[in-house]
């Protein structure tokens, strides 16, 4: 082992570190104190102005930069008797202590700078309530290398170098072409929210632009059909550009390998993730699809991780899967996925009036405003959106459906998109059987199966089905020897 | 296909009987109804008076609150019957719910930690609740109010020798 990559005694980053950690505090700052600038840009006197940013700045950024320089040198760490061990804070100080066993994953990431500078950062996330995640922003790639091997190790580091050199499946790698074919098929109505939701965080706060967006959705509204259908045509494009641009910017260079005992997912454009997901940490995972990716045959696979208290861990989404490549994910985490004998169950009829209610009161509701508003056309919009509710419905119980084989559960559901969880019994944490007095007249119950990362209800199963589920889980978890996380 | 086996590992764990709980502690579910309803009729009436408003008024209102809190006293005397609790050898189990009735289980091996809590009152009977925190997403861990002090212990006793051992 090289010296320079001795973790024994207190190690700071990369030098280079001071640059990327400076990059980020003056941005943090902007974005969170960008308000005291504007009295300056009230002054008229434009020489004034010049002068006053310019001394406003160096000031600033002088003394992020002595902020940054301490910060830097008193962010140490070492790693002793199984524990990583983060030494932090210039006025207030930490020492934070994780052990191995407690790591829930390793990320490498790369922003633009830091691939600019040449320098990793090592996010290690755990999943105990205590502990906050780490994210150590610049290493080089040899000490990020080295740091995952002896984490990742589990005490002991040859295993993992073997781990690591034995030959690595890949399962999927995504082509530009796989990436557009995923835009095109994405919830484009979704977009559209967040696309609204990005220029109002832009622009919200200036009152002159809201008062033009007021005056142009007026105008907007009041179009006639043909109009509103020649801005559709232009939207439209707009949306999968959009969700071109995120999906390439999120996925581009999508790859997923297996190795023994553990997952990898490298993604990204400027800012690459690299995830090391360990098999036995996967609380469940859950396979989705729309109907114009189910028409290509692309589905998605999310594998759902333990969430802590502090920091909430994202599932580890992987896009652009075939069946074939589902299948093989599925088959890498569990054993025994043969519902060939298994029943399938239904949810009671009851279920269907328990949606209908729900959505009986939110047609209510949505009337309510529609009384309210100046505009009395928009009732005519009940036309298309109580049908649509209805098809919803319809879906929902069309495709929610529940096996059992002898270590997982599969629940199917969904409305427009459709998706399936797989879920093995001991990731159970608590069970719970819930029934109103409704229910109890015809016999059925909800069952509320919890695990760490995700809580599944199966609605409207018969009492003495739900028993019977309720056993078998407790069952499993009690005589399962196998760790859950 | 694995219905039939079940029941033989399980022989009828719904039908076991519960243990109720501490029958104390319904003093101190009416003593905190008695508490807010006393907090809520003092506020109305402070606002009543600074709207200069008829006697008539204060009789209709204060009834009206009386007549729902008796209510929901009522229903709390109906629930408190239905909440019960079973500790077996890997579990624990706590049913409740008049409305929606509920029944939760959490297996030993899966308990992060265990709280126990006592409010003024039941502190007055020497009562305690129990918290019970899995790792579940949703935080919805296991809540047991009104087990006594000893019990109480009793029980986190049982468990923590039952998760290090």
């Given at each position: 082992m090289d010296n320079s990559l001795d973790f024994s005694a207190f190690t700071r980053q990369s030098p280079k570190g001071i640059i990327v950690l400076y990059f980020q505090n003056v941005f943090k700052f902007l974005k969170d104190w960008w308000s005291i600038f504007i009295p300056v840009f009230l002054i008229k006197n434009t020489a004034e102005f010049f002068e006053i940013i310019l001394i406003l700045l160096s000031v600033l950024l002088i003394f992020i930069l002595i902020r940054t320089i301490l910060i830097y040198l008193k962010y140490t760490f070492k790693i002793e008797n199984n524990h990583f061990i983060l030494k932090q804070g210039v006025l207030r100080k930490s020492l934070t202590s994780i052990a191995f066993d407690k790591i829930q994953n390793i990320n490498y990431k790369q922003n633009f700078i830091q691939q600019l500078i040449g320098v990793t950062q090592v996010d290690i996330e755990t999943a105990g309530a205590k502990t906050a995640e780490i994210s150590i922003k610049a290493l080089s790639k040899e000490k990020a290398e080295m740091i995952k091997l002896i984490l990742m190790a589990n005490r002991s580091i040859d295993q993992t170098e073997n781990t690591i050199n034995t030959d690595k499946k890949t399962i999927l790698s995504l082509s530009i072409a796989d990436l557009i074919k995923e835009s095109l098929t994405e919830n484009h109505l979704k977009n559209l929210l967040?696309?609204?939701?990005?220029?109002?965080?832009?622009?919200?706060?200036?009152?002159?632009?809201?008062?033009?967006?007021?005056?142009?959705?007026?105008?907007?509204?009041?179009?006639?059909?043909?109009?509103?259908?020649?801005?559709?045509?232009?939207?439209?494009?707009?949306?999968?550009l959009f969700s071109f641009v995120i999906i390439i910017l999120k996925h581009y260079d999508l790859t997923l390998k297996f190795n023994k005992n553990a997952l990898e997912i490298k993604q990204g454009l400027f800012t690459k993730k690299h995830q090391v997901l360990k098999i036995e940490k996967v609380q469940?995972?859950?396979?989705?699809?729309?109907?114009?990716?189910?028409?290509?045959?692309?589905?998605?696979?999310?594998?759902?991780?333990?969430?802590?208290?502090?920091?909430?861990?994202?599932?580890?989404?992987?896009?652009?899967?075939?069946?074939?490549?589902?299948?093989?994910?599925?088959?890498?985490?569990?054993?025994?996925?043969?519902?060939?004998?298994?029943?399938?169950?239904?949810?009671?009829?009851?279920?269907?009036?328990?949606?209908?209610?729900?959505?009986?009161?939110?047609?209510?509701?949505?009337?309510?405003?529609?009384?309210?508003?100046?505009?009395?056309?928009?009732?005519?919009?009940?036309?298309?959106?109580?049908?649509?509710?209805?098809?919803?419905?319809?879906?929902?119980?069309?495709?929610?459906?529940?096996?059992?084989?002898?270590?997982?559960?599969?629940?199917?559901?969904?409305?427009?998109?459709?998706?399936?969880?797989?879920?093995?019994?001991?990731?159970?944490?608590?069970?719970?059987?819930?029934?109103?007095?409704?229910?109890?007249?015809?016999?059925?119950?909800?069952?509320?199966?919890?695990?760490?990362?995700?809580?599944?209800?199966?609605?409207?199963?018969?009492?003495?089905?739900?028993?019977?589920?309720?056993?078998?889980?407790?069952?499993?978890?009690?005589?399962?020897?196998?760790?859950?996380? | 296909m694995f219905e039939n086996n079940i029941i033989e590992d399980f022989p009828a764990f719904f039908e076991v009987n519960f243990k109720a709980i501490n029958k104390n502690y319904f003093?101190?579910?009416?003593?905190?109804?008695?508490?807010?309803?006393?907090?809520?009729?003092?506020?109305?009436?402070?606002?009543?008076?600074?709207?200069?408003?008829?006697?008539?008024?204060?009789?209709?209102?204060?009834?009206?609150?009386?007549?729902?809190f008796s209510l929901i006293q009522l229903y709390a005397y109906i629930g408190f019957s239905k909440r019960k609790y079973l500790i077996r050898q890997?579990?624990?189990?706590?049913?409740?719910?008049?409305?929606?009735?509920?029944?939760?289980?959490?297996?030993?091996?899966?308990?992060?930690?265990?709280?126990?809590?006592?409010?003024?009152?039941?502190?007055?009977?020497?009562?305690?609740?129990?918290?019970?925190?899995?790792?579940?997403?949703?935080?919805?861990?296991?809540?047991?109010?009104?087990?006594?002090?000893?019990?109480?212990?009793?029980?986190k006793e049982i468990i923590t020798k039952s998760i290090n051992g």
């Open positions: 967040l696309l609204v939701a990005f220029i109002w965080s832009l622009f919200g706060r200036n009152k002159e632009f809201l008062e033009k967006i007021k005056v142009e959705n007026y105008d907007f509204f009041s179009k006639t059909i043909i109009e509103v259908s020649i801005v559709f045509i232009f939207v439209l494009p707009t949306l999968i469940g995972i859950l396979i989705s699809t729309n109907p114009f990716k189910q028409f290509l045959g692309i589905f998605s696979v999310v594998l759902n991780q333990v969430s802590s208290d502090n920091a909430k861990v994202s599932p580890a989404k992987i896009i652009g899967c075939n069946k074939q490549q589902t299948i093989a994910i599925k088959n890498t985490i569990f054993e025994n996925l043969n519902f060939s004998k298994s029943k399938v169950y239904k949810p009671h009829n009851y279920f269907i009036f328990q949606l209908f209610l729900k959505k009986f009161f939110l047609i209510l509701i949505i009337n309510f405003f529609f009384l309210f508003s100046q505009n009395s056309y928009l009732i005519y919009l009940n036309l298309v959106i109580i049908p649509f509710l209805m098809l919803l419905i319809y879906k929902n119980f069309k495709k929610r459906f529940f096996k059992f084989n002898k270590n997982v559960l599969k629940v199917g559901e969904g409305q427009i998109a459709t998706s399936t969880i797989y879920l093995e019994y001991f990731k159970l944490q608590n069970i719970q059987l819930k029934q109103t007095v409704f229910q109890k007249r015809k016999n059925i119950c909800n069952l509320i199966i919890q695990t760490a990362s995700k809580t599944i209800e199966l609605p409207c199963v018969n009492i003495y089905e739900a028993q019977n589920i309720y056993n078998y889980f407790i069952l499993k978890t009690e005589t399962s020897n196998k760790p859950w996380m | 003093k101190v579910i009416s003593l905190n109804t008695l508490l807010t309803l006393l907090i809520i009729l003092s506020i109305v009436t402070i606002f009543l008076y600074i709207k200069n408003q008829d006697y008539s008024i204060y009789f209709i209102v204060h009834s009206g609150l009386i007549f729902l890997q579990d624990i189990s706590y049913k409740k719910g008049v409305l929606i009735s509920s029944t939760t289980t959490v297996p030993f091996n899966r308990i992060q930690h265990i709280e126990i809590s006592e409010g003024y009152f039941s502190r007055q009977f020497k009562l305690a609740s129990l918290n019970i925190y899995t790792a579940g997403a949703n935080g919805k861990d296991l809540v047991i109010r009104g087990f006594s002090k000893e019990k109480a212990l009793e029980i």
